[in-house]
């Protein structure tokens, strides 16, 4: 039975304009993300391939604004409880119940239940993509969890530290996994790219450790500080062995994780309820374009507007298809994807009104400078500048001049 202060009305609402945090990410709501749940309907031989993105409908869900509560802030589960409800879900992870485990609980099922409600909301759209990249990798669906842990659920979602996305990859490891991050682009903020380069991380993690804890706590840590405490630990190598000599946080982020995986597979139990949260547009279709595109010609010739391309592109940071890419595909609506294909020529005319003026640059590097910081600053890539000065390495010294194409 639920132990609550007052009898709840549920009404349906809408919620709108919130602002998420959790842990150390300031994460603020977006207006805007993507949906790739994919399937090719049709391919063009011109720069304008269409595949079709549909989601299924889902069926009618009570959506409500309306916290439960409950009795000194204690969601009712206890260990014959919880373990009732996992060993009922086929979880190939380890979901543990202790004393933290159940403080979490608590906390998500009561001070965060109302971002609780919206993550149970987006999932439907966020978790068939995750479990579709983790399922081909052949990872443990319930890896998907990690994400509301670490963004809650928004691609948009940006640390104090420079983690950005839905997986909060910093720029060096996503790098390493692959993801272009330059002045046009970032791919920490695409669902599907990110998501593999999520699952090759937690790949490559199990074939270091072998309890999957440990392995999601080292996305949180980093292998180099789970070594540290199995060495404290005097070799063990399991969570709650290692558990008192990890870094507080990553102590905190595994009982978070369990808690949050529990929780949304077992809300309606506890009286909860989903929330309305903004998902992304439904029926998109993705086209192919070339550096030859610019989205403020896309949108004047589709007559949309280019928020509304933003919207559906997260990765996106200039409205210039990037020039260091030979194609790159875009969403738009599925209606306007087919205009796109039968306007391309009037789009490509009006985009050279629209392309800025590229200027050289000389940059003199200062004492302390790397390629990297630089390109930062200028708002390209580390390629870029080594290509733009036919550099064979990142080594540069003061007084160096550097040419810049911006």
Known sequence: MILQKHTVKF?????????????????EKSDSTEDVTTEVVAENESTGALATLETPE?????????????????????????????????????????????????????????KLKQMITLSEHYFPVYESVFDKNDLPLELKYVSVIESALNPYATSRS????????????GKIYDLKI??????????EKSTEAAAHYFKDMSLVFDDWLVVIASYNCGPGNIRKAIRHAG???????????????????????????YLMNFYEHYGIFPAYAEKPEANVTKVICSPNHNLQAVAETLDMTIEYIRK?????????????????????PSDKAHMFIDKEGEILVLSESYTPAVQEVVYVV???DSLGAIANRKGCSVAEIKDWNNLRSNTIHPGNRLKLYL
């Open 11 to 27: 009404i349906l609402t809408f919620l709108i304009g919130s602002q998420i945090a959790l842990g150390d990410h300031e994460i």
């Open 58 to 114: 889902a069926a009618p869900v009570l959506l409500t604004d309306e916290i439960t509560e409950f009795l000194d802030n204690e969601i009712p589960v206890d260990s014959s409880i919880f373990f009732s409800h996992v060993n009922s879900l086929e979880f190939q992870i380890s979901m543990d119940y202790n004393s933290e485990v159940k403080r979490f609980i608590n906390y998500f099922g009561t001070s965060w239940q109302s």
């Open 162 to 173: 420079g983690a950005v996305g839905l997986w909060q990859f910093m720029p060096y490891t």
């Open 182 to 191: 330059d002045r046009y682009q970032d791919e920490r903020r695409d669902i």
């Open 235 to 261: 070799g063990k190598t399991g969570f709650w062995e290692i558990y008192p000599y990890l870094p507080k946080q990553t102590q905190n982020y595994i009982p978070s994780y369990i808690a949050v995986a």
């Open 312 to 332: 559906l592109n997260p990765p996106l940071k200039s409205d210039n298809i990037p020039a260091n890419v030979s194609t790159m595909e875009i969403y738009l």
């Open 366 to 368: 200062k004492r302390g």
